[in-house]
């Protein structure tokens, strides 16, 4: 596998902390974790919060933004948050069509796949990590299949209803997959060491799995998972990783 092409994001020389989170999942269903998630970006005392990929279930297109009371909701969200602090947003495998529009209407800035932030004189690696699952065949071509330009174009320029419609049988497809208790490919540990030596950074954080831990790799690296977002399981799940200059700490918010 070739390591992609890196893009840098600097800490601002006022930053202390910065809070990494992911696998949000964000849906009208689930309205504990959106107030957990709202309750969160009003409050954190980050300097900045980076969120890692599928912070929405699903992401039919900008365009929802001004047809869907929920997506609206969520942007107001980002909007109040971002008069506070710089907010960033990285694809993930069920919001890679968030884009400028987005962008615009929420103050919240892009960020490649993968990008190292540099903080304190140490390079973190971030990446929501799918594009590292290997071993899931199926997903990767999917994968590069939604994620060409000319595919993109041709179903955003469908009807919403319709994308919609399409963005429901994906989540009832994973929901199913889930109940059958089928076992996904978790991140390739030669990949990711691939990927830390192009960016020439120690330390791999990344969400995606929805399997949380610790992960030594040769050489002194390692990867961190984040935890998914679920305030209606039992335990209920959320928490970000604040990242200092004294290394990454697990911040429980559930």
């Known amino acids: 596998m070739t390591a992609p092409q890196v893009a840098e994001l600097p800490a601002a020389p006022s930053w202390r902390a910065v809070d990494c989170i992911s696998d949000l999942h964000l849906h009208p269903a689930?309205?504990?974790?959106?107030?957990a998630w709202r309750a969160y970006m009003a409050a954190t005392p980050a300097d900045a919060v980076v969120i890692l990929g599928d912070l929405f279930e699903a992401w039919p297109g900008d365009d929802v933004l001004g047809a869907d009371a929920f997506a609206a909701s969520c942007a107001a969200v980002l909007r109040e948050a971002v008069l506070q602090r710089p907010v960033y947003f990285l694809h993930g495998n069920r919001d890679f069509l968030v884009g400028d529009g987005f962008a615009r209407a929420t103050g919240v800035r892009l960020l490649a796949d993968p990008t190292v932030f540099a903080l304190a004189g140490r390079r973190w690696l971030l990446s929501h990590g799918d594009e590292l699952c290997l071993g899931d065949t199926e997903y990767l071509a999917f994968r590069a299949q939604v994620r060409a330009p000319a595919w993109q174009a041709a179903f955003l320029a469908r009807p919403l209803a319709e994308r919609q419609a399409y963005a429901q049988s994906?989540?009832?497809?994973?929901?199913?997959?889930?109940?059958?208790?089928?076992?996904?490919?978790?991140?390739?540990p030669g990949a990711a060491l691939a990927w830390l030596h192009a960016a020439r950074a120690d330390t791999l954080v990344h969400g995606h799995t929805h399997r949380p831990g610790d992960h030594a790799l040769d050489g002194g690296h390692q990867?961190?998972?984040?935890t998914d977002w679920d305030l209606a399981a039992r335990p209920p799940r959320a928490e970000a990783l604040r990242l200092s200059a004294s290394g990454a700490r697990r911040v429980a918010l559930a």
């Not at 689930?30 to 107030?35: K, L, V």
């Not at 497809?173 to 889930?178: D, L, M, N």
């Not at 990867?223 to 984040?226: A, F, P």
């Open 30 to 35: 689930e309205p504990a974790t959106f107030d």
């Open 170 to 188: 994906l989540r009832a497809e994973s929901e199913q997959r889930k109940r059958s208790g089928r076992t996904y490919a978790d991140v390739d």
């Open 223 to 226: 990867r961190i998972t984040l």
